[in-house]
């Protein structure tokens, strides 16, 4: 049975909605007389209109005109092209390279399988070289591995975002961290807006990754947003990982993890056209993926972009005494629970202890789930009448 020993399709653009050259190159085992049909299918994401366009071929074999099919009608396969061999007819071995244009669609899709068959006329009977799957290529086009693959249309985006903090706690210092790829080159002039930083008091710096303009942070009514743009001389990549950092001052309320999201615009290099001539893409919103149920300061899901909570303590029992005779010691004891981790360092003050004696000690027994210790001596100020004890490790649970 003959067969094609070569079929391999390559695409010159992958940009969703623009033109985009298709490049077939084969070789068949057997020659292919004139009048013969070639068939390629399986085109799923060709715009094309006109049922009818020019190929081009080298060596020249294919006749001028093509006709396109591109839905389901009398026998035919949606996204078909079908080519007739001109009257030179394709020699045995020999490799022909036919290009035709198509317009890409207007949705991102990956590459759908293509084949190829040749329904062969002669004078004494017709046969035909079967469907084959047309082979596809590792070749990187506009920075994107396998972008050669014949329709795989893409639009410039992110094509991943994170983001994350290191201190949930109201009133406090926090540093928030956004991760950010892209899943083609984004050229000089490219502008990403993160949006919807809701909770925030004070910004107190940002750093950028060094292919970044300085950034802009900016403010409305209601959230805040950050600003940033590709440099002159500079380009995102595809292959690499980006960062922005923010220091800054958590307001002062509760709240929950607002949501996070991007824009902004791509400048990308369109690939047929002159060295540096780019085109706008208007980013699509996109929300960022957050790092939920992880913990820090004992917060369930307190790496959430401002997810704010309120240091409490929560009373699990009654304060009680145990001795009420006056001039005598006493005991006081009470249960107590955090909802958050505290660290070395802090300290618990009791206030409201009025008729104490000025010369008052205390001792202190502290005992929890885990591993934790205070000074065992509370200091006393007489002023205020209040206790004071202070962690010498963390506090984890």
Known sequence: EPM????VMVQSNLLIGLPNMLTVTVASEVGIPPE??????????????????????????????????????AGTVPGKVVMYVSSLGLIAHEEYRISFAVSNSLQPQPAPEISICVHIESGDYDSVIPCQPMDKTDG??????????PLNILRPLLSHTQVEQTCPLTHAS????????????FEPASVIRLVGLTGIARVIGVQVSDVFEPPNFLSTATTHYLEIRVKNESKLLPQQQ?????????????QQSPVVYTEGMAQVE????????????????????????????????????????????TLLGPFYQTNPINQLSTRLDLLLQVNVHLLQGSYITFA???????DTTATIAVSCKTSVAFDTAATWNAERSSFRIQMITSLQD
């Open 352 to 358: 409201g202890f009025y008729q104490i004696k000025p």
């Open 174 to 185: 926090n540093l928030m961290t956004i991760r950010i790829k892209v899943n083609m080159p």
């Open 242 to 254: 980006y960062e922005v950092t923010i220091d800054l001052d958590n307001s002062g309320e509760e």
């Open 270 to 313: 369109f690939p047929s056209a002159a060295i540096g001539q780019t085109m706008t893409f208007a980013l699509p919103s996109l929300v960022f993926t957050q790092i939920y149920h992880w913990s820090t300061f004992g917060v369930i899901g307190g790496m959430e972009p401002l997810y704010l909570v309120e240091p409490v303590f």
């Open 4 to 7: 094609l020993s070569r079929k």
């Open 36 to 73: 013969s049909r070639i068939t390629v299918q399986g085109l799923t994401g060709v715009a094309n209109q006109s049922e009818s366009f020019e190929v081009e071929s080298s060596p020249p074999a294919i006749k001028k005109i093509a006709y396109f099919y591109n839905s389901q009608w």
């Open 140 to 149: 990187y086009l506009m920075g994107v591995n396998h972008g050669e693959n």
